[in-house]
Structures are given as structure tokens and as C-alpha cells.
């Protein structure tokens, strides 16, 4: 079984101030990790995705996440926002075996003030 | 290529009525897979298929049908659509047993039922 649970159904920040969306875990198989971006009316977009390699993963527009296998964590940063990066923010894991499953979490709202 | 490709849009039935959600992708993909979101719940699998003639279910699959006749196509029913399958659609679909490559995502079907 595995679940995902973002902390912050909503998170509030001054345009050029960091990020943080928190992204919480469980999974019994190895897992893969991916965030995903939405902007209102659209489609999801991936951010960035942690497989195995690196626990630091560097995605598009400056967004970056670290796995933390001890705190079963994969939490979103990015040093300085953007007015565009207003939008809902999925964390997703999959199974690295038999990940036809994949789990998102509830989604965080990331709202950036001028 | 055109990606994933939802239609319709938007859509209202009434209570008892049926319909289908039409989902295309023209990029070879074997697994397609239909989602819904709801407020503060993320994206919830519905139903997938790793290939043509070969569907399973997801997490909530109760209320709907798919079929998958071709690879490019998968189509999910509402049989007799209810006001709790008000919500957001979204078809997605990836290279199978990917399971660390990204999902494409379709732009979403908004459903009212009444």
C-alpha cells in the first residue's frame, strides 16, 4: 500500500521569497517520486520526478526536491517566486515495481503576493 | 502530435443519464488511464489499461466502464451518471511499464450532474 500526504492545502508567499510545498510518503515498495504542476484550467505538468539516482532532483523553472529516505519526505523548494508559479502543486508516488498504481496527494495552492 | 486529447470540455447531464468521455493520444503510448479530482482529494485513478484489450481498476471505479478496442483510444462511460460524479477528468497516458517516465495528461473534461 502506499499514500501520500502534502502537509499545506495552501501556501501563501511574496513574489521573490522562497518556497517550500511539503510532501510526506509511505510506500512499501521502492518508490518512484514526481511532482506535478497544474495551472487553473489546465492540464498537469511534471516538475521534476526522484528515481533512484540522485536524492537532489532539479526540475524546470527553477524548482528542485530532495528525497529523504529516513523521513520518508520529498519536499518541493525554490529559492525565489515567480508571480507565474501561482498554481496547485500535486506530490505522486508510484511503485517502482508494478506501477500501474500511481497515488497522488490532495494538492497544495501556492499563492504568490506582488 | 497532438498529445492527449479530451472531449468534450465541459459538460451537464442529468441525474440517470448516460455518457462517454472520449480520450485519444497519438503517441503510441500502451497505458492510458482515466483519473477525476476533486477538491482537496488530488487525482484519484479510476481506471487504466497497459494495452489494447486489456483494462483494470483503479481506486474508484464504481459508476464507470472503459474499453480499449485500440491503442490510441479509451473511452470511460458513466452508465447511469449520479451528482457525486460531479468533478474534473482527466485521461493520461504513458510508454508502459515506464513506470519512472512521466504521465501526459489530457486538459480535462469539467462534469456537472444534476
Same mark, same amino acid.
Given at each position: 500500500a502506499q &499514500?501520500?500526504?502534502?502537509?499545506?492545502?495552501?501556501? &501563501?508567499? @511574496?513574489? /521573490?521569497?522562497?518556497?517550500?510545498?511539503?510532501?510526506?510518503? @509511505? @510506500? &512499501?515498495?521502492s518508490p518512484s517520486l514526481f511532482w506535478y504542476v497544474q495551472h487553473p484550467n489546465k492540464g498537469l505538468q511534471l516538475l521534476l520526478k526522484y528515481t533512484s539516482a540522485a536524492t537532489l532532483v532539479k526540475g524546470i523553472n527553477g524548482f528542485e526536491a530532495e528525497f529523504k529516505k529516513s523521513e520518508t519526505s520529498f519536499h518541493l523548494t525554490k529559492p525565489s517566486a515567480h508571480m507565474s508559479d501561482a498554481a496547485e502543486y500535486f506530490c505522486v508516488v508510484s511503485p517502482t515495481i508494478a506501477g500501474n498504481m500511481?497515488?497522488? #496527494? #490532495? /494538492?497544495?495552492?501556492?499563492?504568490?503576493?506582488? | 502530435n497532438a498529445g492527449v486529447t479530451q472531449t468534450p470540455k465541459f459538460q451537464v447531464l442529468k441525474t440517470g443519464q448516460s455518457m462517454t468521455l472520449q480520450c485519444a493520444q497519438d503517441m503510441n503510448h500502451e497505458y492510458m488511464s482515466w483519473y477525476r479530482q476533486d477538491p482537496g482529494m488530488g487525482l484519484r485513478l479510476i481506471h487504466y489499461s497497459v494495452g489494447a484489450g486489456i483494462t483494470d481498476q483503479g481506486e474508484v471505479p464504481n459508476g464507470y466502464n472503459v474499453s480499449r478496442s485500440t491503442t490510441e483510444d479509451f473511452p470511460l462511460r458513466l452508465l447511469s451518471a449520479a451528482p457525486s460524479q460531479t468533478s474534473v477528468y482527466?485521461?493520461?497516458?504513458?510508454?508502459?511499464?515506464?513506470?519512472?517516465?512521466k504521465l501526459f495528461f489530457g486538459s480535462g473534461t469539467q462534469l456537472s450532474v444534476l
Open positions: &499514500s501520500v500526504t502534502q502537509l499545506d492545502s495552501h501556501v &501563501s508567499v @511574496s513574489e /521573490g521569497t522562497p518556497v517550500l510545498l511539503r510532501c510526506n510518503y @509511505s @510506500s &512499501s515498495y500511481l497515488t497522488f #496527494g #490532495g /494538492g497544495t495552492r501556492l499563492m504568490v503576493k506582488p | 482527466f485521461c493520461a497516458s504513458r510508454a508502459r511499464d515506464r513506470f519512472n517516465e
